[in-house]
Nanobody, 119 residues
Framework: QVQLVESGGGLVQAGGSLRLSCAAS????????MGWYRQAPGKERELVAV???????NYADSVEGRFTISRDNAKNTVYLQMNSLKPGDAAVYYC?????????????WGPGTQVTVSS
């Protein structure tokens, strides 16, 4: 199976920055797309950013130009650099990946890390 562990969340003032990390471990053959979603209280989980194994990226319009997703394939880790944070960015951020375990592909999620932005 695949375990994802996020880190880097916390409390930051509006305009500040945070860097989230997510490391994948376990018995998998390879990872495909990795990404970040977020969920604020009372709202549905939404896409923040994704990155393919080849490095292609896609961002939500609300974070484009402020957030940067990257990955280190050798470390099976994905990062999310978040700059110019706004109170509206406050949420639980979840890491996700598509992984091949033996002969099957599946989607896996981390437990989430809280990001709080004070105004």
């Amino acid at each position: 199976q695949v375990q994802l562990v996020e880190s880097g969340g916390g409390l930051v003032q509006a305009g500040g920055s945070l860097r989230l990390s997510c490391a994948a471990s376990g018995s998998f053959f390879r990872l495909n797309t990795m990404g970040w979603y977020r969920q604020a209280p009372g709202k549905e989980r939404e896409l923040v950013a994704v990155i393919t194994s080849g490095g292609s990226t896609n961002y939500a319009d609300s974070v484009e130009g402020r957030f940067t997703i990257s990955r280190d394939n050798a470390k099976n880790t994905v990062y999310l650099q978040m700059n110019s944070l706004k109170p509206g960015d406050a949420a639980v951020y979840y890491c996700t990946t598509e992984a091949q375990v033996v002969y099957r592909w599946g989607d896996y999620w981390g437990p989430g890390t809280q990001v709080t932005v004070s105004s």
